[in-house]
C-alpha cells in the first residue's frame, strides 16, 4: 500500500503535530550505525569487560611464566647442583678407595716379596706402612679364608668371608664385598687377590671399613633432608646410602637404571622416582674409574622446587590480589559508566520529552489540547494535496457555537472555558478516531472529514455533532444550552485549496447562524454572493475614512406648534464608490463587530461639532444637533475625551450638542451608566434616549438617569390613526416622557393623521418625513435660510 494513501489515518487526532522530525531522523541516519556503536548502552561496559579479560590474561599468562621460569632454573640449579655434588663425592670416594687400594697392592707387594703373609705383614707394620687400624682394618687371608695376620681386630676374620674369597679367587682387580652386619655395626671388605709363588690362588688382602664412613660427608646445607648420596656396586646393592640422618647400608635397585652413563662422557642427571625409597630426585650417577662401584647422588624434587612454589605462590597471591583489584576497578568503572549512561539517557530522554511539549504546544490548542489553526492549516495541505493525486473527496466542518458570548459574559471566563472543554470532548467522542478535530480560537471548530464517500455521509456527521452539542452542559452548578451551527465545504467541488475550503464553509456556517442557529449547511454557490458582499463590505468600510467617503445628513426636528426647526440630528451616511449611498442598517452591525465604529463614532462627532458652529458662522440660527452613540461608543473608555475634544477643537458650546443613546443600552447596567452620563452632563452635553419605549425598561431605573429629552420611538405610531390600543400605548410613553425629562420628541412621523394626533395629544416636538428627510448640509443651509425670511405657517402642517 501505499504510505502516503494511509496518511490521512496517520494525520489523526492521536498525530501529536507534525511530522517536522521526520526530515531530522533521515539526516541523522548516515551517522547513526556509528553513533549508536559508540552510544550503545552496553558497549562501554562490554569494551571494559573485554579490556579487564585482557588485562587479566595478561596477568595470569606473566604470573604463570615467571613460576615456569622460577621452576626451570630451579630444575637447573638442582641438576647443576647434583653434578656439583656428584662431582665432588666421586672425589672423596675415589680418593679413599684409592687409598684403600694402596695399601692392598702394598701387602699383596709385600707378601709376594716375602712369600708369607704373617712376615710380609709384619715387615710394612714394622715400616709404618699400614694404615692406623682406627679406620681400616687391614688383614691377610689364606686361600682357606683363615686368618694370617691383621693390624687390628678384623670383624670379618674367622667369618668365613666367603663372599669376598669368592670374589677375589675370580678377580685380578680390586673387590668389594657386600657388607657385613657385625653386631650393631657394619663391615665392607675390600680386597685384591693374592698369587702363591707357583701362581695359584693365595689367598686375599682385604681393607674392612665402616661403610657408612662413605657418606659421612652429606651435606644438609647443600643436599637437604631428602637429598641422597651413595655408593652402589655393580651388583645393585649399594654399599652405604644416605638420606638426610638415615643411613642405610645394603638395599638392592637396578643398577643400569641408575647409573645410565657408564663412560666417561658428561654425567646426565635425571629426575626420576628413586626405586629404593619412592622419591623423585635429580638424580646422578657415575661409575668409578678402575673400580666396581658408581657414586650416587640425588636432591629431591619437592626441596629443590620448593623455593620455586613458594615464589611461585606469592606470584599466584600477588596476581591475585592484583586481579580482585582489577575486578574491583572494573567493576566500579563499568558501574560508573552505567550510571552515566543512565544519567546521559535520562536527560537525552528530557530533551526529547521538553522538545515534544514544545513541538506540542507550537501545534496544539493550550485549553482543549486539540490541534490548533496553523497544525489544521498543514493537514488539510496535505489532503488536498493527497485527495488531488488520487482523486479522493474530503469535507471540513466549520462550527461555531451560538450564544457562547452570552455564556461567556454573564458567567465568566472560567466557565467559558469548561464549555470549550466539554465541547471539545464531546466532538472527540462523536467523531472517528481518523477525522480530525481543530479549535481555531473563540468558539470556532473545524471537523475534517479525510475521506468521505458522498455528501449524506457529511450531512449525518454534521447532524450528530449538532445532536451531540444539543444536551445540555452543566456550568457553576446549572444546565445550559448552547447549540452551534455548522457549515461545511467538500473538496473539490467547493474550493480547490485551503483557503477556499476554509473561507467557504465559513460562510455556509454564517448561512446555517442566519437560517436560526442549531443546523448545519452545506456551502452553495449561491449563498457565496451574499456572504461574500459581507466580506467586501468589510474590507472597503476599513478604507472609507481614510478615503473620506462617509458623509452627514442631517434631519430637522420641529416644533409642532410653531412649525419652527428646533435642532438637528446627525445621520451617517457611506458614499461607497460602486454601491452608492449606503445606510446605516446596512453597515453599522458590521463597524460595532469589527470595532470600526469607534473612529466612525469619532469622525461624526467631530464633523457634527464643526457643522454646526459652521451655520452659526454663517448666521444662521442657532440650534442643536443630536448626534447617535452606539454601545461601544458609549461604553468606550475614551468617549469622554472623545466628546470633549470634538467640542474643544470645533469650539462649538456644549449645550448645543445632543447625545442620542438608545434606551436599551442606558437601562441595561446603570451602575455603569450613570457615572457616564453624569461625565457627559459635566461637559454640558444633553442626553436623549432614543427609541423610547423599546427597552422595556422600568420607571424606576430611568428615573434615576440625568436625561434631557425623551425620543419616543416610531414604532408606535405606525398603527393607524384607528387603533385605539397604539394611541392608548402612545399617551402611555408620552406621559412617562413628560414625567423623565423636559421635552419629549415623536419621531418617524410620517403621515397627516399621526401629526393630528400628536397635535390634539399635546405632543409638540416631532421629527419624520412628513416634515423633512434627512439632507446634505449645503441643502439644511439652504433650508435655515429660508426658515429666517418665512416662518412655516401652521397650516403647511
Ligand atoms: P435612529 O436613531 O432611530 O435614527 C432615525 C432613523 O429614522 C434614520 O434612519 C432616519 O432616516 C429614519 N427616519 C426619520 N424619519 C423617519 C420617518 O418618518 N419614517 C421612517 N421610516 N424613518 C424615518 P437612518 O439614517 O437610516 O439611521 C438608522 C439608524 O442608524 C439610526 O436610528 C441610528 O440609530 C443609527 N445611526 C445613524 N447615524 C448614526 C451615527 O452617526 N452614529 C451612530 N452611532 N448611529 C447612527
Ligand atoms: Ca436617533
Redesign the pocket.
Known amino acids: 500500500m501505499d504510505p502516503e494513501i494511509s496518511s490521512p489515518d496517520a494525520t489523526a487526532r492521536e498525530v501529536s503535530g507534525p511530522t517536522p522530525v521526520a526530515g531530522h531522523e533521515e539526516s541523522s541516519h548516515g551517522r547513526s550505525r556509528l553513533y549508536r556503536l559508540l552510544h550503545h548502552p552496553v558497549r562501554p561496559i562490554a569494551l571494559l569487560v573485554l579490556a579487564a579479560f585482557l588485562a587479566l590474561a595478561v596477568l595470569w599468562t606473566a604470573t604463570w611464566n615467571l613460576g615456569r621460569v622460577e621452576h626451570e632454573n630451579a630444575r637447573e640449579t638442582a641438576e647443576t647442583t647434583s653434578r656439583e655434588l656428584l662431582d665432588t663425592y666421586e672425589a672423596q670416594v675415589f680418593r679413599v678407595l684409592q687409598q684403600m687400594d694402596q695399601t692392598l697392592r702394598s701387602v699383596q707387594y709385600a707378601v709376594q716379596l716375602r712369600g708369607d703373609g704373617r712376615t710380609a705383614f709384619d715387615d710394612l707394620n714394622d715400616r709404618d706402612l699400614l694404615p692406623p687400624d682406627l679406620i681400616f682394618v687391614v688383614s691377610v687371608t689364606d686361600h682357606d679364608g683363615n686368618l694370617v695376620a691383621t693390624n687390628g681386630a678384623s670383624l670379618l676374620a674367622g667369618d668365613a668371608d666367603d663372599d669376598i674369597l669368592d670374589l677375589a679367587r675370580e678377580s685380578h682387580s680390586l673387590v668389594v664385598g657386600q657388607p657385613v652386619a657385625v653386631g650393631d655395626e657394619w663391615r665392607l671388605p675390600v680386597g685384591r687377590r693374592l698369587t702363591a709363588p707357583d701362581g695359584s690362588f693365595g689367598g686375599v688382602a682385604t681393607v674392612e671399613v665402616d661403610p657408612t664412613f662413605f657418606v659421612s660427608g652429606y651435606e644438609v646445607s647443600r643436599l637437604g633432608r631428602d637429598g641422597v648420596v651413595g655408593i652402589l656396586g655393580q651388583d645393585g646393592v649399594f654399599r652405604a646410602r644416605r638420606s638426610g640422618d638415615d643411613v642405610t647400608v645394603g638395599g638392592r635397585t637396578d643398577y643400569e637404571s641408575v647409573v645410565t652413563e657408564q663412560g666417561f662422557g658428561d654425567t646426565r642427571t635425571v629426575l626420576s622416582t628413586n626405586e629404593w625409597d619412592g622419591v623423585r630426585r635429580y638424580t646422578s650417577a657415575r661409575e668409578l674409574y678402575g673400580f666396581p662401584v658408581a657414586v650416587v647422588v640425588g636432591i629431591s624434587e619437592n626441596e629443590a622446587l620448593a623455593p620455586a612454589d613458594d615464589r611461585t605462590s606469592t606470584y599466584v597471591a600477588r596476581a591475585g590480589m592484583a586481579s580482585l583489584l582489577l575486578i574491583l576497578i572494573a567493576g566500579v568503572l563499568a558501574w560508573m559508566s552505567w550510571k552515566l549512561d543512565r544519567v546521559r539517557r535520562r536527560e537525552g530522554e528530557a530533551q526529547v520529552a521538553h522538545a515534544r511539549r514544545v513541538e506540542h504546544l507550537a501545534y496544539h490548542d493550550s485549553l482543549t489540547g486539540l490541534p490548533n489553526r496553523s497544525f489544521l492549516g498543514r493537514l488539510l495541505e496535505d489532503r488536498v494535496r493527497l485527495a488531488g493525486r488520487y482523486g479522493q473527496q474530503f469535507a471540513v466542518l466549520f462550527l461555531d457555537l451560538d450564544g457562547f458570548k452570552q455564556i461567556n459574559d454573564t458567567l465568566g471566563h472560567d466557565a467559558g472555558d469548561d464549555l470549550l472543554r466539554e465541547v471539545a470532548e464531546r466532538l472527540e467522542a462523536t467523531l472517528r478516531d481518523s477525522d480530525v478535530v481543530a479549535r481555531m480560537g473563540g468558539d470556532e471548530f473545524v471537523v475534517l472529514l479525510p475521506t468521505i464517500a458522498n455528501a449524506d455521509q457529511v450531512a449525518s456527521v454534521a447532524q450528530k455533532v449538532i445532536d451531540s452539542l444539543a444536551q445540555p452542559f452543566v456550568l457553576l452548578g446549572e444546565q445550559f444550552t448552547v447549540t452551534a451551527s455548522v457549515g461545511v465545504s467538500l473538496y473539490p467541488q467547493d474550493g480547490a485549496d485551503v483557503q477556499a475550503l476554509m473561507k467557504n464553509a465559513d460562510i455556509a456556517m454564517y448561512e446555517a447562524k442566519e437560517a436560526g442557529k442549531k443546523a448545519f449547511r452545506f456551502f452553495s454557490q449561491w449563498m457565496g454572493s451574499e456572504s461574500r458582499e459581507r466580506l467586501d463590505l468589510e474590507v472597503s468600510l476599513r478604507q472609507a475614512l481614510v478615503r473620506q467617503e462617509f458623509e452627514l445628513h442631517y ?1 430637522a426636528r420641529r416644533d409642532l406648534d410653531s412649525g419652527r426647526i428646533t435642532g438637528m ?4 451616511r457611506w458614499e461607497h464608490p460602486r454601491l452608492g449611498t449606503v ?3 446596512k453597515f ?1 452591525p458590521l463597524a460595532e463587530e469589527t470595532g470600526l ?1 469607534l473612529p466612525i ?1 469619532k469622525w ?1 462627532l467631530r464633523t457634527a461639532c464643526r457643522q454646526n458652529v459652521a451655520w452659526l458662522a454663517d448666521g444662521l440660527p442657532r440650534l442643536s444637533v443630536a ?4 454601545a461601544a ?1 458609549f461604553f468606550d473608555p475614551d468617549l469622554l475625551d472623545v466628546v470633549a475634544s470634538a467640542l474643544e477643537d470645533s469650539d462649538m458650546d456644549p449645550e448645543l450638542l445632543e447625545l ?1 443613546i438608545c434606551e436599551s443600552i442606558l437601562a441595561r447596567d446603570t451602575f455603569k451608566t450613570v457615572p457616564i452620563l453624569e461625565d457627559l452632563k459635566r461637559l454640558g452635553t444633553r442626553i436623549t434616549v ?2 423610547f419605549g423599546t427597552g422595556y425598561s422600568s420607571l424606576t431605573v430611568l428615573r434615576g438617569l440625568p436625561l434631557d429629552t425623551i425620543k419616543i420611538d ?1 414604532l408606535f405610531l405606525r398603527a393607524d390613526a384607528g387603533n385605539a390600543m397604539a394611541h392608548e400605548v402612545t399617551d402611555a410613553l408620552v406621559a412617562m416622557g413628560r414625567s423623565l425629562s423636559s421635552s419629549v420628541v415623536v ?4 403621515t397627516r393623521e399621526q401629526v393630528d394626533y400628536l397635535r390634539s395629544h399635546a405632543c409638540h416636538q416631532v ?4 416634515f423633512d428627510r ?1 439632507s446634505r448640509a449645503t441643502d439644511i443651509a439652504v433650508l435655515l435660510r429660508g426658515e429666517l425670511v418665512t416662518a412655516p405657517s401652521q397650516e403647511s402642517f
Do not use: M, T, W, Y
Open positions: 434631519q440630528e446627525a445621520l451617517l445606510k446605516p442598517a453599522l465604529i463614532g461624526v448626534v447617535n452613540l452606539s461608543q442620542e432614543d427609541n416610531r419621531h418617524g412621523v410620517e421629527q419624520g418625513f412628513f434627512p
